[in-house]
């Protein structure tokens, strides 16, 4: 007998763990956006809707190389221009890299997933930051592992505290993921805590995944990457032209395999699943070539645009009665926390704020903080004038929310 065509063709378990919060949000905000309200997209850190430009010699760069015919497949770990590009870069920055342990990506996405396929068996533990970067935790459902949260609070600035770190490892620890800029609070943390994490890293034989996306948008100038610290330790890091370089949409991004000896099977591995995806997109490589060995001044005036919505954001955010929210020191993100009454969730309070001003932020348990802890993710890309509209309408709704019984 032929089975009903109208029975419903089923998906496979590991999608009911995979969320992404960023996106997954956006379905709600469509809904109130057909009501006639005018949506203001504060949930996804791409700086392109908000008027900043890509450098045009980055645009040209990808033009020449579709003109010259680069419109083939390139080896899977990347042209050989955009590996030394990256390796050089590094090298300057103070970590001797070396071209062939550089794997150019489908932005850090894909190097994240790729680390943590190749590190990570099923039922293994990877240290995760609390909040985090909803990726790690969606992957790590994906591939039937479980992310162990570490507390980053903000009554300590977001920042971790090693020792509680070290306690939680266990054998079944595989990685510890760091993210320094951080998304979503933008906190930066100490070079004391760096090292600390490194060594930790190298005496417990774990791999620190090292998420470097925003290093070069610190407001005080760019942080080296943490592999300096410890040239010898086992890390891993990615990073992309997605953010710094304002290139979200082009899916180009690196990973570094550091130097030690220790990770020359993960290497191995890391390439050997980077085959089957065959490469990331062509023309896009030469713009890695072009952005990281050309003019980065564009970096200047962006750090100065974000210093200043970051300072109108703390200062705002503050004023508001039952928030209280921690200066970003880089990046465009903000986790502000309001004193939600007894019963409330983080995601009632953002999904309120949405149906009543259209301002569409993400809640902090979509990024794996407790939802009763009342925090939300703010991206402040927008121009300040613009923000501190928003703001005085966070302000007048929340005290009416909070003032709920
Ligand atoms: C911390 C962090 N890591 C990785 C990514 C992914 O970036 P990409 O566009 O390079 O894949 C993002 C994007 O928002 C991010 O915030």
């Not at 007998?1 to 379905?27: C, E, H, K, L, Q």
């Not at 009632?348 to 802890?373: D, I, N, W």
Request: hydrophobic fraction near 45%.
């Amino acid at each position: 007998m032929r089975p009903s065509t109208s029975t419903a063709i089923p998906v496979a378990d590991r999608v009911a763990g995979f969320t992404y919060a960023i996106r997954n949000i956006v379905a709600e905000a469509r809904k109130v956006e057909a009501t006639g309200v005018k949506i203001r997209y504060l949930n996804i850190g791409d700086p392109v809707p908000f008027g900043f430009r890509t450098p045009p010699h980055l645009v040209e760069a990808v033009e020449r190389a579709m003109r010259d015919g680069h419109n083939g497949y390139a080896p899977s770990p990347g042209i050989v221009s955009a590996r030394e590009a990256v390796a050089a870069d590094f090298t300057a920055r103070g970590l001797k890299t070396s071209p062939d342990r550089v794997i150019i990506t489908s932005g850090a996405s894909e190097g994240i997933d790729l680390a943590l396929s190749a590190l990570v068996n099923p039922g293994d533990e990877v240290l995760v930051p609390m909040p985090t970067y909803p990726l790690y935790t969606a992957v790590l459902a994906k591939i039937a592992a479980h992310a162990v949260f570490y507390g980053t609070h903000p009554a300590r600035g977001w920042q971790p505290d090693v020792a509680e770190i070290e306690s939680l490892i266990s054998p079944k620890t595989r990685a510890l993921v760091v993210i320094d800029p951080n998304n979503p609070t933008g906190a930066v943390y100490p070079t004391s805590t760096r090292r600390a994490l490194l060594e930790m890293a190298e005496r417990r034989g774990i791999v620190l995944l090292a998420d470097e996306v925003y290093g070069d948008l610190a407001y005080d100038g760019p942080i080296p990457p943490m592999g300096i610290l410890a040239p010898e330790a086992p890390i891993i890091s990615f990073s992309s032209l997605s953010k710094a370089y304002v290139a979200p949409g082009w899916r180009a991004g690196w990973l570094a395999v550091g130097m030690s000896d220790r990770l020359d099977g993960v290497l191995a591995a890391l390439k050997k699943l980077a085959d089957g995806r065959l490469c990331s997109p062509v023309p896009m490589q030469h713009a890695i070539t072009a952005a990281l060995t050309g003019d980065r001044s564009h970096l200047i005036s962006l750090r100065a645009a974000l210093r200043e919505r970051a300072e109108v954001t703390t200062r705002r955010l503050n004023a508001i009665r039952g928030m209280s929210s921690v200066a970003p020191t880089a990046a465009f993100y903000a986790m502000p926390q309001v004193k939600l009454p007894p019963g409330k969730t983080d995601e009632q309070y953002v999904l309120a704020l949405l149906r009543k001003t259209g301002v569409l932020c993400v809640h902090g348990s979509g990024f794996g903080m407790p939802p009763e802890e009342g925090t939300f993710r703010v991206v402040f890309l927008a121009p300040p004038a613009e923000l501190s509209d928003i703001y005085d309408q966070m302000a007048v709704f929340t005290e009416e929310f909070l003032g709920q019984p």
